[in-house]
């Protein structure tokens, strides 16, 4: 295996053994804490423009299956471990992970100190970074590594989001209604959750016409997850606004959740650490009860730039930052966290049937109005 070499721009340096394509790739280096669902994380859109160091010291050790993607090829830029398996062991396991990451071109390492890296990270905040198999100069690596654009300002969501708008094939128990999904890198989770609902999902890129969404007549509209700085896609709390406006129920979740916020007047930063992990637990303020959810956000909503009509309903156990808002008199509300998990537990899965239930009231209410 030939040597590789990941840098941060605070100066740290990590050898290790390149697993994974040949090149050069930089990024915002996160630590993410998950014990599996390695391949979720790596073809999730969200993670475009990070190098993602998984805390778990042996990864890889049951493969790489088709059915697990979580979107139609890897999204993140590099990806880190203490140890990659090279030979899996699971009936489904159609590859390898370093025969995946060769063959889709994602530069990767092994053999770093992931602990030292992760105690790093948690003590500065994300750092830029940069991994490579052809400059293993440490000190030309953290010059390109100090001139690599920052996460803040980054417009990811047109890199994410689909060309064209499509219709999801997965179909159960069809009712009759109709779910639009504004793409800003959404995963195929929320898509499989929402089809569970027996829906007609139509997906439609991130900077479609809120009227042409409208056309489709949805019984409800769901913001997608997506990469980068909420502020930086304007277009997309500009839209998120006018759906919302429109009176038919909207769940945004992730970066639509930020979006949402920014729509209403709400202000976003950027977290130090963020939230990269299956195990962050949230309390849902209305219920009091605490679920165990899967995240990866690295900027929040401020709580107090919240508008007196957007009201706060989950709040996060790890560092007390907004993880739920609701609007007082619209049927719109959203989470930061990932609702579908994939990976991480389930806890959070009755998100959707609260969207179907704001859905199935609106209908009703049209039908005794018809």
């Known amino acids: 295996m030939a040597n ?53 010291p042996h990864i890889g050790n049951y493969g790489v299956t088709p059915e697990d993607e979580e979107s139609d090829k890897p999204r993140l830029a590099g990806f880190i471990a203490h140890e990659i398996c090279a030979k899996p062991s699971n009936w489904r396991s159609a590859e390898s992970l370093p025969e995946y ?63 064209k708008a499509f219709t999801w094939s997965e179909r159960a128990s069809p009712q009759g209604r109709r779910v639009a999904v504004m793409d800003f890198g959404a995963k195929y989770g929320i898509l499989r959750r929402l089809a569970a609902l027996g829906a007609e999902i139509r997906v439609f890129p991130a900077l479609t016409k809120p009227e042409e969404i409208l056309a489709f007549k949805p019984d409800g509209i769901v913001l997608s997850n997506g990469p980068g700085d909420p502020a930086a896609a304007a277009y997309g709390a500009r839209a998120a606004k006018a759906l919302a406006e429109s009176g038919v129920p909207v769940m945004g979740i992730c970066l639509g959740h930020q979006l949402l916020a920014l729509a209403f007047g709400a202000k976003t930063f950027k977290l130090k650490f963020g939230h990269h992990g299956a195990n962050h637990p949230v309390m849902d303020l209305e219920s009091g009860r605490v679920a165990v959810t899967s995240q990866n956000h690295g900027f929040g909503v401020d ?29 719109v509300f959203s989470l930061q966290f990932h609702p579908e998990a994939s990976p991480g537990p389930h806890d959070a899965w009755g998100a959707f049937p609260r969207f179907e239930a704001l859905m199935s009231r609106r209908r009703e209410a049209s039908l005794r109005h018809a």
């Open 303 to 331: 709580p107090e730039s919240l508008p007196r009509f957007l009201r706060l309903t989950h709040k996060s156990l790890n560092d007390g930052t907004c993880e739920g808002l609701a609007h007082a008199e619209l049927p």
């Open 4 to 56: 590789a070499l990941l840098v941060l721009e605070d100066g740290s340096v990590f050898p290790g053994r390149s697993c994974g394509a040949p090149g050069e790739s930089f990024g915002e280096a996160v630590f993410h804490t998950a014990m599996t669902g390695y391949q979720e994380i790596i073809s999730d859109p969200s993670y475009m423009g990070q190098l993602v160091a998984m805390t778990y």
């Open 101 to 163: 990451f060769r063959r889709r071109g994602v530069v990767a390492i092994d053999g770093v100190d992931t602990r030292a890296l992760t105690l790093r990270l948690r003590e500065k905040g994300a750092l830029r970074g940069a991994i490579s198999t052809v400059d293993l100069d440490a000190k030309s690596l953290l010059a390109k590594v100090l001139r690599s654009p920052s996460l803040i300002g980054a417009d990811l969501a047109k890199a994410a989001t689909c060309e």
